[in-house]
């Protein structure tokens, strides 16, 4: 069993700079400024305690954050000693998680397969895989391609644009409603919600209204199925109920919009800078931006929470039974004991994605979502740039995420005919007629506004 180190100083803004903070019993705290500022500084300091160490992940929630990369394998790939069901989480069934935690949406059960473990996690994710294997890569990169014309033509003839909140926040949320097969006026509330949810501003209504848009939808590809990922969920022989369907519905656009966003917006912040070269052909290519990201600055940089069936040891770090145990993505990729063999991986061995049996399912169409994403952008503004210094970005607090506030960017206006499409076809949903798109959109109507657009 590993000896307990002699710590070295925590960061700057840590409690444990005061001998540990009181409300986590010497847990550093991963959901502040300080974090977000410079999550390596934190990572450098829990590796100390080996290969797991103690964090906070919102006051009073309490976890341990596996940092070294060979440990973060030994548990995603060993679920008979670390389970996903978070009905198993020791604190929170002896009431000694807040009831309004912060960190509950992303850690409590739901009839899921992310939080489900043996034959019930085989059966959804069985569901879930066939029903995205159907997606046509062809028609998923043509549309990708529709939607980011679409938003480019909101702002080309503006010369400035927050590429993170005007772009990548809202092309995989019109992608996957796509995807899903959304009428327009569901749609609407899909993105709205989702947004809502991730931005933490309302989340409880956020949530409600998410629920009931997918209640609806789900409701409405039982009458009117099409060739949609909804439909595909209803049909499969697992025969999921509604609240089942809702609930992989959630996991697939949560899983599937927040990372993509980031992994988008951070992919732009590398090739806009001089790190990555620039937008008129420097040094690195679209793709090796992608991975260089999915490496250094993961979208999910700490998620993956399991629960040990048993006391266990983690390479010498005691793990109690029912006690949640975090992957930091993050910390595992830029593990200093790789830094002599990471040459010889492969490009893809990061953990982004996860590994073993609850890997991302959908990781090949969200790297071709992401990959598209970026180079329509630089192809169709060719000298854009970034219009403040890379140092003066900032990022969203939160345990979980590895995301920017914006990424403000300036370039040549452009001032286009709009371009005229061959009608849009979305298997056999009709669209009503929507109001026209103001000039950047509200949030709430992107996706109404998108269709409107896409007839013309």
């Not at 069934?93 to 059960?109: F, K, Q």
């Not at 739901?110 to 489900?116: A, D, H, Q, V, Y």
């Not at 010369?159 to 990548?168: Q, R, T």
């Amino acid at each position: 069993m590993e000896t307990q180190p002699d710590l070295q100083a925590p960061p700057p803004g840590c409690p444990a700079h005061q001998g540990g903070g009181q409300q986590g019993g010497g847990a550093v705290p991963l959901y502040g400024p300080e974090f977000a500022a410079a999550p390596e500084a934190f990572y450098a300091f829990l590796r100390q305690y080996g290969a797991a160490g103690p964090v906070e992940l919102a006051p009073g929630v309490q976890a341990s954050l596996v940092t070294r990369y060979s440990a973060a394998l030994q548990v995603l790939q060993n679920p008979d000693l670390f389970a996903k069901d978070s009905r198993r989480w020791r604190a929170l069934n002896e009431g000694r998680v807040p009831e309004d935690s912060p960190a509950l949406p992303m850690l409590a059960y739901r009839p899921n397969c992310l939080f489900s473990d043996g034959a019930d996690h085989a059966r959804l994710r069985q569901a879930v895989t066939d029903s995205l294997a159907k997606l046509d890569p062809h028609r998923l990169s043509r549309h990708v391609e529709r939607v980011a014309d679409y938003l480019i033509g909101q702002f080309s003839a503006q010369g400035s644009v927050d590429l993170l909140n005007e772009y990548a926040k809202v092309l995989p949320l019109l992608v996957f409603n796509e995807l899903f097969g959304c009428p327009s006026e569901i749609g609407d509330r899909l993105v709205h919600g989702m947004s809502g949810i991730f931005d933490g501003v309302d989340a409880e209504r956020a949530n409600a209204e998410l629920s009931q848009a997918l209640i609806e939808l789900v409701t409405y590809k039982r009458a009117h199925p099409a060739e949609d990922v909804t439909s595909w969920l209803i049909e499969h022989p697992v025969r999921l109920n509604d609240e089942e369907m809702v609930h992989q519905l959630v996991t697939l656009m949560g899983a599937g919009t927040e990372p993509v966003q980031n992994v988008i917006a951070n992919a732009l912040r590398l090739l806009l800078t001089d790190e990555g070269g620039s937008a008129l052909g420097g040094g690195l290519l679209v793709e090796d931006a992608i991975d260089d990201v999915l490496w250094n600055n993961p979208p999910l940089a700490n998620y993956a929470a399991h629960y040990p069936v048993t006391d266990t040891e983690l390479d010498g770090v005691p793990l109690r039974e029912g006690d949640p145990v975090l992957i930091s993505f993050a910390a595992a990729n830029t593990d200093p004991s790789l830094s002599d063999s990471r040459q010889m991986l492969s490009k893809r061995a990061h953990l982004a994605w996860g590994a073993g049996p609850h890997a991302c399912p959908a990781k090949d169409p969200a790297r071709l979502i992401c990959v598209a994403a970026v180079e329509k952008l630089l192809n169709q503004l060719p000298d854009i740039e970034m219009s403040v210094p890379v140092e003066s970005l900032t990022w969203r607090p939160g345990p979980f995420h590895r995301a920017l506030n914006e990424l403000p960017a300036q370039f040549t206006p452009v001032v286009a005919e709009k371009p005229k499409p061959a009608p849009f076809v979305q298997g056999s949903v009709p669209q009503p007629t929507p109001p026209q798109p103001t000039a950047r959109g509200r949030q709430g109507s992107w996706w109404s506004s998108f269709l409107s657009w896409w007839k013309v």
